[in-house]
């Protein structure tokens, strides 16, 4: 592993333990082991750093999106295949996420928010692409239930992320929360 990488995993694991805010420049140095200034050599600080691992995760989960089936909804369960497996091995990136995207700041503040909102609109499409009768709104709300429910994962007990066929449970969730969208209604829950 290259020396921004090594930075790279060791920001990410003090950042999950401690918050963005509670990591000094010197603690993710020593992480990495190397001191303070020798990090300045790969990155301007740990604004950079914070940008450069949600960059990262980003690039892949982007990747998931661009359709690569003629079949919208094998590409669909691709994308969310994908996102569960991603929430799976990478909790603690996935947890950083929520709590520290907020410490964005300028310069990789607004092109990481272009970045997040290209990124729910290839949601978007996938789900329009797939159930073509929904309206953009529909989509939307169906994004964003599917990405709540999949990046919730991290906050499992440790226990449920290890047990059995967790990819196949929420597989099975989410199909019946999309089939509904294909009645067009949602599904009535037993009295």
Known sequence: MGREQTILQAAADAFYEKGFHGVSVDELGRRAGLSGPALYRSFSG???ILACLLNEAMDELMSATVPVH?????DLDRAIRHHIDFALRKSSLVNLYQREVRS???PWKRPFHRRRQLYCERWDELFL???PHLDEATAAVATQTTLGTIFS???WPGRLQRSGDVTGQLLALL????ASLDAGRAPVPPA
């Open 70 to 74: 003629e079949d919208a909804a094998l």
């Open 46 to 48: 740990k604004d950079e």
């Open 129 to 131: 692409r797939r159930s």
């Open 153 to 155: 994962i991290p906050y």
């Open 104 to 106: 964005l700041v300028d």
């Open 175 to 178: 199909a019946h929360g999309h």
